[in-house]
């Protein structure tokens, strides 16, 4: 039996976390604990019990010690709750799994004591059954949006249902999921006939119907409402509405379910995989746009310093190859689900030691442990049901910040701008180590999936959601997939925030609307200063409504703001980007 590489014990990984933490300076939170837990508890209305629960999220970069929290059991108590929140003076914000990087749920420095009340959404709001799908397609499911998407697409798959586009955690929430618009990578490959119920865009594209809690005029009070697509412009927006709306069930038109191959390489190198179109580099056959063409799933994951990404590709293939080993669950790469030790241990000399020259060395590491990994678990040709191949990410991998951007563009520039996107970022990251400075010591994901297309939607009259990223632009209707792209590296390395500055004025330039033009990802960094994200007031009040149209994000923003003219779904980042 082949070895996999050696994996951490708990407390390897949990030391390794701590040391990040206190590099990042959440410790300071622990000093604040004991008065926030003298801070009277609130009256909530239906016998509902507050109770303090700390909050992290993904990269540990937004924290809090402890604010109290709530869990309803049903959409109506929800309601009950932002009626009491709104003459109380309070805020809600939906917590489900806290695997979110930029300050959507919370704001970094939120104050000890403040009137933010947070409801989780999974412990009672998780249920799920079938529902009745529209004409002409295979099935659809009703959910409340607590419910994990392993649990939730481990439910369809018993029915012979599926989707094509999912993230790569399973541990996500529906309502997380849908609010951000997440996606997975896919656009058709050659030959591929589009398959009812299926799109190549967002989850949020999938949405038929939502229950959402949201004001009534005419009672002068929030209520529970139900909202069709194709119908009710305001399904438009909560399908994506970033945390401003709170959304407790969700209906989704689904496909069939496919079985679907996963082939891992890692002998392409950079120069070949994102060469530029035409190049003597890209005469072989072997570009990201290649691989695309041949199978639609692709997805790249680029350790720093060094010039042999680990290759993914994805194809449907309803019959197991003789070559590939079937699996019968999801997360089939332990190596990379669970920290290996040498990881963990070097990593953690960057972060304790600040030894961040120590860069390269990391990269080579990961690079290596994947490699090795794929052979001894026997993982490079996997075979076996779509969602148990698409989930391949645990709570347990490497924590690390991330940027993240769409850029949308024609099918047939894809390889440009993933070529010069990577070609920008090796000079940089080059040139910072010259200069004995090493802003990245992660990887660069990069993936295209297909945008939000209403043909794709089986209801008369639907439209994409409003601010879903891959929402097409009018004005570019040429534009039919986006290149997502991601680059990630330890919590609190020095001059990170400064080099994905870099990285997004090149974006914003080079992806200005003629051979592509470039979105922020809702729930990554962006709008960088040289010293933080989510604070260049450009980005965020001019250069992101831009990149939707004038009218589309003023129209998204109006309705959020009727929806919820009190403000009981928001917190003061929403209040500034999202103001109508």
């Not at 990578?185 to 119907?209: D, K």
């Not at 005469?283 to 799933?297: I, N, P, Y």
């Amino acid at each position: 039996m082949p070895t996999s590489p050696e994996l951490p014990s708990r407390r390897g990984v949990l030391r390794t976390a701590a040391a990040a933490a206190g590099a990042l300076g959440l410790t300071a939170h622990a000093a604040t604990a004991r008065a926030a837990a003298e801070i009277p508890a609130p009256s909530l209305p239906g016998g509902l019990d507050p109770y303090r629960s700390p909050y992290l999220n993904w990269a540990g970069e937004i924290a809090h010690p402890g604010l109290w929290t709530c869990a309803p059991s049903d959409g109506q108590q929800i309601a009950d709750l932002a009626n009491w929140a709104r003459t109380a003076g309070w805020r809600l914000r939906a917590r489900g799994k806290a695997h979110t990087w930029s300050p959507l749920t919370i704001t970094s420095g939120t104050d000890v004591d403040a009137r933010v009340l947070l409801v989780d959404t999974t412990t009672h709001l998780t249920a799920t059954e079938l529902a009745t799908p529209p004409a002409g397609v295979p099935g659809a499911v009703r959910a409340q949006t607590g419910v994990t998407l392993e649990a939730l697409l481990g439910f369809l798959a018993d029915h012979g249902l599926g989707v094509t586009n999912t993230p790569a955690p399973g541990e996500l929430t529906l309502g997380g999921t849908l609010a951000i618009d997440a996606h997975g990578t896919s656009v058709p490959a050659e030959g591929e006939a589009a398959r009812p119920g299926h799109t190549y865009g967002s989850l949020s594209n999938l949405v038929l119907e939502l229950t959402a809690v949201v004001w009534d005029a005419a009672s002068g009070r929030y209520v529970l409402r139900t909202f069709t697509r194709g119908t009710d412009a305001a399904c438009d927006v909560l399908a994506a509405h970033l945390g401003r709306g709170f959304v407790v069930e969700a209906v989704l038109q689904t496909g069939e379910e496919s079985a679907m191959r996963c082939v891992s390489r890692v002998d392409v190198p950079a120069d070949e995989l994102f060469a530029a179109p035409g190049s003597e580099a890209a005469a072989g056959g072997r570009t990201f746009a290649d691989f695309l063409a041949t199978a639609g799933r692709v997805e790249t994951i680029w350790f720093a310093f060094t010039d042999r990404p680990w290759l993914k590709v994805w194809s449907l293939s309803p019959q197991r190859p003789a070559t590939s080993r079937p699996v019968t669950g999801p997360y089939n790469y332990p190596f990379s689900d669970s920290v290996p030790t040498v990881v963990s241990r070097l990593a953690g000399r960057l972060v304790a030691d600040a030894a961040w020259y120590l860069a390269p060395e990391l990269g080579a590491l990961q690079y290596t442990v994947a490699a090795s990994g794929l052979t001894a678990t026997l993982s490079k040709d996997l075979w076996g049901a779509s969602h148990h191949l698409m989930f391949y990410l645990r709570p347990t991998t490497l924590r690390e910040t991330a940027n993240g951007y769409a850029i949308l563009t024609r099918r047939a520039d894809v390889q440009r701008v993933i070529s010069e996107f990577a070609g920008f970022y090796r000079e940089r990251l080059a040139a910072w180590a010259r200069n004995g400075r090493f802003p990245v010591n992660g990887q660069v994901e990069i993936r295209v999936g297909g945008l939000d297309q209403p043909v794709d939607v089986a209801v008369p009259g639907a439209r994409p959601p409003l601010l879903s990223v891959v929402r097409p632009h009018q004005d570019h209707p040429e534009f039919d997939c986006a290149v997502w792209v991601d680059v990630l590296t330890l919590p609190g390395t020095p001059g990170a925030p400064e080099f994905y500055r870099e990285l997004e004025r090149f974006c914003l330039a080079a992806f200005d609307g003629g051979h592509a033009l470039v979105r922020v990802e809702w729930s990554k960094g962006w709008g960088y200063t040289d010293t933080a994200a989510w604070a260049d007031r450009e980005v965020i009040h001019s250069v992101v409504p831009a990149s939707f149209g004038t009218a589309q994000w003023a129209e998204g923003t109006r309705l959020l703001h009727e929806l919820d003219p009190h403000g009981v779904f928001g917190n003061t980042f929403l209040d500034a980007l999202l103001a109508p």
